[in-house]
């Protein structure tokens, strides 16, 4: 019986589509139990963060002190300025490299071995000198009698020995060199062996081995010395005569043997100084001063301040154990405030964006900024005003972008909140974060460009600027009358210190809203992966008629490109009058009949008018089976095609779990045709496997492909048909309990229904008949 198969059939297409309403279905909103669980492990990673490495310092690298700071207890220290001026002066003295041509110290010895030869080979001195004159000069005729006589082994060993064991360690350089050298004014000089030259050139490395020797054996070409020839004479075992040759020779080189490199000078400079261990530890005894008053509070100064502030807190823990408990309970209190304060916001206020998954993303992208926050300023804390506001401000712009702006308001100044108590600062420091965080939310209502993200972050450079400057002369009163003690006739006396603080903080804030506002925009697609999200900018680019898919889809199956494009504009109006997104509604429209590119002819749009109709050949439940396909279909094709997760719940709800009717009441006639031996025909059996819209972009997109499709079929589509038609379809779908899983209301399904029927009223529109032209008939 073909209606029993049919239920074969159905339970495989309801198979089939099991996984694509996986990715359809709304995600399970937090229920107490994993709420209170991320909420948990939030806390304790944070507690963590704020707990490690101690209490912070009560003020910044750059601060005047306002009274002399002196050390609580006794502790000890690495001299970090003596290291840096170890460190330094290592750098400086550090002599200056020079890399060997080693190709040509390795030719010199066969040109000189071959000097022998030519000897031989010459005869008489005048013939020698003739042939090598430009290399030689005048050849002694006494030199040419011995190197004549001379026998080869013993000549070849000679020049092999001091070419390789002598002359390559005074080298020759030319005049650039030698003016390096004179500027550098160092006594020695670092010659790269032969074998390290290579490598060294090849940046390989920088420190393949050296060999030290006196600035004095340095030779300038043309410019020897007759100190230098004595010493190379030396080691020629050869006669004066021959030795005065082979130097002759030497000095006619047009290439120096050697040549100054000033980036592996730089490199191994600096690793040396690397290696330079720190100072041994430096007794600071209690009640020391580390700052005097009215002193700007510098790097090496901070960095006394803080060991004095870890010795004592381990003193503290020493010898009053319970009181340094007690203090970390306090601070852990403080965290698990704020904590808790951040979880009622998320579930209370915005319940609808509290899933599961994107729970767990937002509680590690808040840890992982509050990580670097802490982090990066401990290594660098003069930046505390960028490296310490800037992981706030990716925090709001992540939300406004993943949320929207009203939890990313909330959420940014709660985390701004977090960072400036674990950072230690003052009310200062979070108005500054919280006057950026309020910039970015505030600017990006929707990022449909990227450089709208960059002009953000320009605007927010400037909140961040006039804030710091603003706060940071607030308190300019209280601080200079804390340093002076006394006001001038004049009026309050400001150390401009202070104002140079200021401008310092200020510029470093102001720098890091434009760097966060970059590597924001760098991120942007591991964001939009992340939080399961498509921004306006990328909708846009997925809305250009040349995207593959599209442009298939308008190639092999026009009717339904048409149709799509329609849905499109009116969904796009229906979102924007109920305060959706309606660029979402127009997208998702664009791709929601995908799947017809299966089997186009089997849809009616597709079909040429007057056509056969592919669906009169087949029974009811065949005709159901590609009807309903096109949905499973559509989800395969958005996969192969890589679109975004967001726009699939529009391909798999735009027709809920509604009835095939055109089919069903086929199936019904097809029944009572055959007799009592048919079994009823259900109506379930002929209903879409769903999901049912799960969003109001989905809803919206569902309502306006019905409407579309009504209207078009109506011979006159004058106003008032329109508005019946559309009225008719939407109070079917809410009968039929499409809407019951989105959060639509009556009222804006009323919004709806006003909006598409002027939208449908515009697209129908009624246009004036041209009049046929008369033709005059004049006889001939």
Known sequence: MWFRKTSARREAIRADVAEAESLTRREPVVKAGPAVLIALVFFLVASAIQLYPGEPLPFRIGDRAAMDLRSPVEFRID??????????????????VLIANDVLIGDLYSRLVSLHLEAIAAGSAEAFSAKMGDKLGPVNPVAFRELNMMDHQAWNAAMRSFVYQTFQYFPVVDAATAKTLNEINNDQVNLTTLQAAAQIRAAATVDAGYVTRPRSQV??????????????????????????????????????????????????????????PNVSKTVVPANKIIVEKDQIISVDDYDLLVAAQREFERATARKNPWAAWMSRLGQAATVLMITL??????????????????????????????????????????????????PTLLTAIILCIAFNQRFALGMGCLHALLVTFT??????????????????????????????LIEVGVFASGALFVSVWTLG?????????????????????????????????????????????????????????????????????????????LRRLAQEAPGTFNHSLTVGTMAEAAGNAIGVSGLMCRVGSYYHDVGKLSKPQYFIENQTAGGPNRHEKLSPAMSLLIIVGHVKDGIELAREYG????????????????????????????AEREGDDMPEVSDTEFRYPGPKPQTKETA???????????????????????ETAVHNMIMKRLIDGQFSECDLTMRELSIIEETLVRTLGAIHHGRVAYPKAEVEVKSA
């Open 700 to 722: 919206i997109v569902m309502i306006c492909d019905g409407c579309e499709s009504v209207v078009r079929g109506i011979d006159e589509p004058t106003p008032g048909r329109i």
């Open 643 to 670: 679109l975004p997760r967001t726009v699939h719940p529009f391909i798999g709800e735009h027709h809920g779990t509604t009835l095939v009717e055109y089919f069903y009441h086929a199936a019904r006639q097809r």
């Open 341 to 390: 304060a951040m979880l009622a916001y998320t579930l209370r206020m915005h319940s609808s964006v509290a899933t599961v998954a994107r729970g767990w993303a937002l509680a590690g992208l808040m840890l992982v900024t509050l990580f670097i926050a802490k982090g990066v300023t401990v290594l660098l804390p003069q930046s505390v005003y960028m490296f310490g506001i800037a």
């Open 219 to 276: 030779i300038v070409q043309g410019e020897w010395q007759d100190r230098q020839r004595q010493e190379l004479k030396v080691h020629l075992a050869v006669t004066n005569s021959l030795a005065d040759l082979v130097l002759g020779y030497l000095e006619r080189l047009k290439e120096p043997t050697y040549k100054y490199d000033a980036r592996v000078t730089a490199a191994l400079a600096d690793a040396r100084a690397a290696q330079t």
């Open 473 to 549: 002369l607030a308190r300019l009163v209280g601080s200079a009358w804390a340093t002076t003690g006394t006001l001038a006739a004049t009026g309050i006396t400001v150390p401009p210190a202070d104002l140079a603080a200021i401008g310092g903080h200020s510029l470093w804030a102001a720098g890091g809203g434009v760097l966060v506002a970059m590597f924001a925009l760098a991120i942007l697609p591991f964001v939009e992966s992340v939080f399961n999200i498509t921004t306006s900018m990328t909708l846009l680019e997925l809305a250009d008629a040349n995207k593959p898919l």
């Open 423 to 452: 950072l230690g600062q003052g009310v200062d420091f979070f108005l500054t974060a919280a006057a950026g965080v309020g910039v970015f939310c505030f600017g990006l209502s929707e990022l449909r460009t990227r450089g709208r």
């Open 79 to 96: 001299n970090p300025a003596e290291t840096r001026r170890l460190r330094e002066a290592m750098r400086a003295s550090t002599p200056p």
